[in-house]
């Protein structure tokens, strides 16, 4: 019974404030929003419609007024239309929107000098406005992106190319390394060989050569490799520092493949030199030792062939030790 009469008070009070100023408006709402949590459910619409004469729309607008506008003082010398078309604004800018001048067909004017068209037509402008100011926003923000990546992209491929050419570089380098290595043992072979030759070991002496002609071989491969290396860089140089930069994805495929390739030969080379060493070294210990045996024999049979070879082999330990 006291809800009932709860409800027909304020539905009085409704009435009563809907002749008043604009400023019951948010009286009003507040009084909407109470009836609306005192009515059964599904009785909201019958009863806007049969009490204050209000539709749904205009009821919600009410109470968004209700609950939005919190400064009154901001409202006083607005209409109620003004007041409804101020919803259209974010209920956070709202007090800036009302207090500050605006222009209106080329005249400066406050909301409450604004006819309420002149106001709806300023909101509306206002919208399309930030509208086309985010947009705008947007599409820079977006270019700013783009430019971002390019640049990433760009010095990501300069830095891919710079280390490209420094392994070139370097593989060029390590080559001239083992062709200086190869020629110095070449001559070191040389040199053997002359000693052998020297004993009358024919079959040392070919074994020798054998192994002069492989590491001749190894440096002819190498001084052709390094030239081609100079002769393709020449050709097609990896430089990106232009005057317009240049967005190149990834290494050329044919410069990639012969870095695998130069590394691959780079790791047999290294491992070929251990395999050569040791083969050398054995040849060398068998062919000293052998050597020692052939002189001792002589020490009684032919004395003076004895001190001469011995002399011989001697002389050719300082040499090799100096080499060392």
């Known amino acids: 019974m006291d809800e009932i009469q709860n409800i027909d008070t304020l539905t009085t009070e409704i009435l009563i404030l809907k002749q008043q100023t604009a400023q019951n408006i948010i009286e009003i ?26 539709s749904n729309v205009t009821a919600s607008r009410f109470m ?20 409804f078309a101020l919803l259209d604004v974010p209920e956070e800018q709202r007090e800036e929107f009302v207090s500050a001048p605006h222009e209106v067909n080329g005249e400066i004017k406050t909301v409450d000098e604004m006819t309420t068209r002149e106001l709806q037509k300023t909101i509306k402008e206002r919208d399309e406005f930030k509208k086309i100011a985010n947009e705008k926003s947007e599409e820079a ?3 700013f992106d783009e430019k971002v990546k390019a640049e990433a992209e760009r010095r990501t491929t300069d830095a891919v190319l710079r280390e490209a050419q420094k392994d070139v570089k370097n593989l060029q380098d390590t080559l001239r390394k083992q062709k200086e290595k190869s020629e110095k ?21 070919l074994r020798l050569q054998a192994s002069l002609q492989e590491l001749q071989n190894d440096v002819d491969s190498s001084a052709l490799k390094i030239d081609e290396l100079e002769a393709e860089l020449k050709a097609k140089p990896i430089d990106v520092i232009t005057a317009e930069p240049v967005i190149i994805e990834k290494v050329p495929e044919e410069i990639e493949k012969e870095l ?39 020490k009684d049979t032919n004395p003076q062939n004895h001190e001469k070879f011995k002399n011989a082999i001697s002389k050719l330990l300082s040499k090799m030790t100096e080499r060392l």
């Open 185 to 205: 043992d070449i001559a070191d072979l040389q040199s053997f060989i002359g000693e052998a030759e020297s004993t009358g070991d024919n079959e040392e002496v």
């Open 141 to 143: 923000r977006k270019a």
């Open 29 to 54: 709402g507040k009084r909407l929003v109470a009836v609306k949590e005192s009515l059964p459910h599904g009785q909201w619409g019958k009863w806007l419609a049969e009490k204050v004469d209000f």
């Open 260 to 298: 695998q390739e130069l590394r691959k030969k780079d790791s047999q080379n290294s491992d070929q030199s251990v395999v050569k060493f040791k083969r050398y070294y054995e040849n060398l210990q068998s062919t000293f030792t052998a050597q020692l045996e052939l002189i001792d024999e002589m």
């Open 64 to 83: 968004r007024v209700a609950n939005e506008f919190s400064n009154i003082s901001a409202l006083k010398d607005l209409g109620s239309s003004k007041i």
